[in-house]
């Protein structure tokens, strides 16, 4: 997919999230509340406008593309349950999703690096895509190489996450273990989904 490589505190301000969490992004939109652009009078949004400022939010935060997101709205229209709450648990169960979240990455687009570079092993095995779904006992370990392990070892003590009831990690061995999926409860991202789903509904 196309990855987006411009000004990362710009999309937080316009989204008035914390989509991107780099220092940098998160300092810049601290001392701007603003929306980037002209300052002129604020217009109260259309319903188009909030479905899609929310439909952007998943994309920026979890690094799809518009296919990839209309991949996984297809696969969870069918199922029985909240769908959006199901797209979002997908989302969640992506592998870079879990590695940002277990403390072995600072940041989503850092775990997607990590991935693609073959930091990563999942179950013993070399996984270098970072939408890989993963499983109830899954393991992902880091790569036995010395500057590798010193990187991530670093990175966990920096990255000031919290527990999950889903992901057991050790920081002395890098290892995070996958206990379950992650429910409504476990969905880190703010965002009113439910018009998201009518808008891709359409």
């Known amino acids: 997919m196309a990855r987006y490589h411009g000004p990362k505190a710009r999309i937080n301000r316009r989204l008035k999230a ?19 652009g002209m300052h002129t009078r604020p217009r109260r949004p259309s319903n188009y406008g909030l479905a899609l400022a929310e439909k952007q939010k998943i994309k ?6 518009e296919r990839q997101l ?4 297809g696969r969870v229209s069918h199922k029985k349950g909240n769908t959006g ?36 092993f999942v179950n013993g095995v070399k996984v270098t895509t970072p939408s890989y779904q993963v499983s109830p006992g ?3 370990t880091v790569r036995n190489k010395e500057k590798i392990q010193h990187l991530y070892q670093f990175t ?12 057991t990690f050790d920081p002395e061995t890098l290892r995070a273990t996958v ?8 969905i880190s991202l703010p965002v009113d989904v439910n018009i998201v789903i009518e808008f891709m509904s359409r």
């Not at 914390?18 to 980037?36: C, I, K």
């Not at 206990?179 to 476990?186: K, T």
Request: charged share 25%.
């Open 138 to 140: 899954d393991v992902i």
């Open 18 to 36: 914390q989509v991107y969490e780099d220092s940098g992004s998160r300092r810049a939109s601290d001392r701007r509340d603003n929306p980037p």
């Open 60 to 65: 920026h935060y979890y690094g799809l593309g």
């Open 85 to 120: 709450e199901l797209l979002l648990m997908m989302c969640e169960g992506r592998l870079d999703n879990v590695i940002r979240r277990s403390g072995l990455a600072k940041t989503r687009p850092q775990a997607r690096q990590g991935i693609t570079h073959g930091h990563f």
């Open 179 to 186: 206990q379950g999926l992650p429910g409504p409860s476990d």
């Open 70 to 73: 209309r991949r996984y709205f």
């Open 156 to 167: 966990s003590q920096e990255a000031g996450t919290e527990p999950l009831d889903w992901v």
